[in-house]
């Protein structure tokens, strides 16, 4: 799992545009479909990252001019993060860049093969996202 992990976004990553890292364009994708504001912090729980992690890939989402940041109008401590019509313009133009790929990997497998792996990938995705028990 660890090593097609890995071969997919080494993939992915060299048919993103350039600039764009797999990080940035996953933040693009969940701030496109959401389709509202998010906090930092909602960003870091929704990835599994911690929130320096997650503060320095938007800092460089807001540099390249793909977010907005601004602060909380009903909470002056935090901040409200929301994707700008330059981040959604590189977010499709990711997504286009991605198709070719990904059409090409079901083609090859079969799209049988990877409808009947979905159920199973989305339980690996559901145990590992859990939370494990302290000891």
Known sequence: MLVAEHLV???????LPKGME??????????AQSKEERTP???ARAFHLTRGAMTNTLAKL???????IRPDWDDARRKRVAISSSGRAARDSALAALRPVLTGA??????????????VLREVRARFG???PKD
């Open 9 to 15: 976004r080494a993939r992915v990553a060299r048919v």
């Open 41 to 43: 912090a909602d960003l």
């Open 106 to 119: 079901v083609r090859g497998i079969g799209a049988d093969k990877v409808r009947a792996a979905l159920p």
């Open 22 to 31: 797999l990080s940035h364009f996953a933040v693009l994708d969940y701030l």
């Open 130 to 132: 859990e939370v494990p």
């Open 62 to 68: 807001e540099w390249a001019g793909h977010v907005h």
